[in-house]
């Protein structure tokens, strides 16, 4: 069974961090390009950071740029978000997920990733 799965959320103060990790199981991430979205309530999900099959190409939405750091480890099956200098519009569930589409630029549309995890909730509040 293919999952993946999201952990590492929770409640942090403004200027705070957190790293969320995301599994995989079932199957092999370094076989994927890999994602990172989030989505806040009465919005639509956004792509946040992506990241190629080899690692070799990151992508991040304007607005995490400079904060936020995604990265993988193909050894333990696992792709990380690091998150620094939190804010409280970064409040959101954060969901990783896989792509196989391996060519070109990291993607950046829902619509281009095949595998999704659970989620899990990042809030940012004094």
């Known amino acids: 069974q293919v999952q993946l799965v999201e952990s590492g959320g929770g409640l942090v103060q403004p200027g705070g961090s957190l790293r969320l990790s995301c599994a995989g199981s079932?199957?092999?991430?370094?076989?994927?390009?890999m994602g990172w979205f989030r989505q806040a309530p009465g919005k639509e999900r956004e792509f946040v950071a992506g990241i190629t099959r080899s690692g070799g190409d990151t992508r991040y939405v304007d607005s995490v740029k400079g904060r936020f750091t995604i990265s993988r480890d193909n050894a333990k099956n696992t792709v990380y978000l690091q998150m620094n200098s939190l804010k409280p519009e970064d409040t959101a569930v954060y969901y990783c997920?896989?792509?196989?589409?391996?060519?070109?630029?990291?993607?950046?549309?829902?619509?281009?990733?095949?595998?999704w995890g659970q989620g899990t909730q990042v809030t940012v509040s004094s």
């Open positions: 079932g199957f092999t991430l370094d076989d994927y390009a």
């Open positions: 997920a896989a792509s196989n589409i391996l060519l070109g630029p990291v993607v950046t549309l829902t619509t281009q990733y095949n595998y």
